[in-house]
């Protein structure tokens, strides 16, 4: 199955599950401490010892006592779940200053990552008295979440004993009311969308029974999906592809993998599937066979049965015969016109081999079964003789020469490095990327990357606000890599790979399956649409499922395909349009609402917002060079919370398997109309505008 965890067991921690966001539209005062510390929160110190159950003072039957014993000393209270400060207005706690000694000194923190970051404010307590001190979350720094609370030392010097009683977290006295203003801008530069943005993989262990199913292929053909990567992740790299189609295992070639050829999917069940949803399809090829193997996968796929150009015998004495031999194998299994796949990859996450057979660069935790972790042997290849292992440009090479008018992309690395970068520098894995970069120059067609942004569930505030800088750091960092080491030449960034969390093992809250996800999904699309990357393929369609419950796909083959909130994304970003113009908001932060707007037609504009909050938003959109109005239409995915594994698609909880439920009209005049965003939703607006006329010169008489 597709493996990630391996490598990232051993790194730090970067950031922590708090669990789910408060989905109330409203909320009560917390209570954190009053006679006893409240249930769901925890105590911690440094340099510092405290006591929660201190009889006297206390303003009723305990308070906490704390003593300093050297600067900078703290105790910290968290909480689990994290608490969604947009219903929180301010904090308080009554402090005694101690029966002696000079006023104490305190800095009091809001931290949204336990012993993290914080948002902080100094203090005075007076002695022989309880004062309260209220701290408003504005003055804070607007803190996106309250995970911890803490009382510092704010001095370089210990302490004596002073005391906390009744510490509150005071909630909005009315519920949250949202509006922002939409401006939509024609007078732009558009930015062309490509359509393989609605990417996703099929993995080939879902067996030739699953590719079959009547619902499964009904709801992937109404997805809007448009490319499917294949055979599936790490098997990639050990799916022999002749093998799995003949269902043998053969020493001549690749095996289909230990027992596979007599249940995976093989070749010919993917073009079964292809055919019946009307999807493309991208084939990562297997770095452990042979460039001429390779080349006869090609043939399989894209040849004609009447080429009689000869392949040739591979490196290991192999012969691979001629293109139409291979064409003849794929019309044998009903199939005789080519299929023409246009996408391919050359292996998959080969940068993690393992260290037993990729070399002193591999990382001791690496998870692939390849021959390499050196960014130079993986472009020209290793070895010598019957054993050598060829690179991408013989890979390349062979495979163009079937077909000329395919790409093959190479196994890069979102954050490239440098090409000295060695072992140890496991945040780049040995500078790969940088060392592909240098060494394919004009030969690369594609540079693929697995940008998923958390290898731990993250905060729900942590996932809304991701997408928003994510992915346009990582382009960045390889834009900037390709002008270092390619002479400036930038090849186009593939997403081969994409979810919200790495590992599907490490999803014990089950995120990826929740409506969180569908908002982080809807949101990162719009920022690789914006960016003009070509492909973005969401890891994956069906997976199934980890012994935690949860699941990548977008829809979850163990219980009658069930679409999970992520799957309704793509219905929606399928009726965009190919054109993205200018969208501006005026709320913040980013984790409220996103906006991005298209061009359908010369008369209909899009607008997809994403309401990430509890709240409805009532939003004025304006349009600019465009017009006037004349109505619209409106489809949309909501949610009753962030962690909702159910949604409602156009208003039915259970669509059609076609989804052909209608959308919603709109009323619209002018140049202006107002929307209500209904909490927690993705919705996508068509605008429409009257046709232009058309003023024809009058006919001459004769």
Known sequence: ????????????????????????????????????????????????TYALNNALPARGTASIAITYTSGWGGVIFCTSPALDSALYEAVTLWVHGGTSGPARQLRFFVQEVPYGSAFATSFTAPINQWTPFTFTLSALGNPAEIVCLSVMNDTANPQPTFYVDDIRIHARAAPLSLTTTITVSTNVTPVAISPYLRATNLPAWLGPTRLADATFRARTRAAGLTLLRLPGGSWSNTYGWLSCELGQNAPDRQDCGTGWHTWAARPRDFIAFLKATGLEGMWVVSPMGTSKEAAALVAYFNGDIHDNRAIGTDIRGTDWYTVGHWARLRAAAGYTEPIGIRYWEFGNEVYASKPSTGGSLCQPWGWEETWTCDGYEYVFGKGSGSTRREGYLEFRAAMKAVDPTIQVGAVGFEWPGTPSDGQSSWQTFAGWGARVISATGNNLDFYTIHPYPFFNPPTLVGALANPQTHLTRIVNAIHGAFDAYAGGRRAPIAVTEFNLIAVQDQDNSQLMTRMVNALFLADSLGQAARLGIPIFAQWDLANGRAANGTEYGLMHEDNNYFRAPQYYVYPLWARFGNQMLSATHTLSPSTQLSVYAGRVNANTLSLMAINKTGSPITATILVSGFGPLIGGAVWEVRASSLDAQTVLYNGSPDPSDALSEPPTPLTASGNALTYTLPPYSISLLHLHQASPRVWLPLARRP
């Open 1 to 48: 199955m597709q493996s990630h965890p391996a490598y990232l067991i051993a790194l730090p921690l970067i950031v922590a599950l708090h669990g789910f966001i408060s989905t109330a539209h409203a909320a009560s005062d917390v209570v954190v401490y009053t006679d006893a510390l409240a249930s769901g929160w925890s105590s911690n110190s440094w340099d510092a």
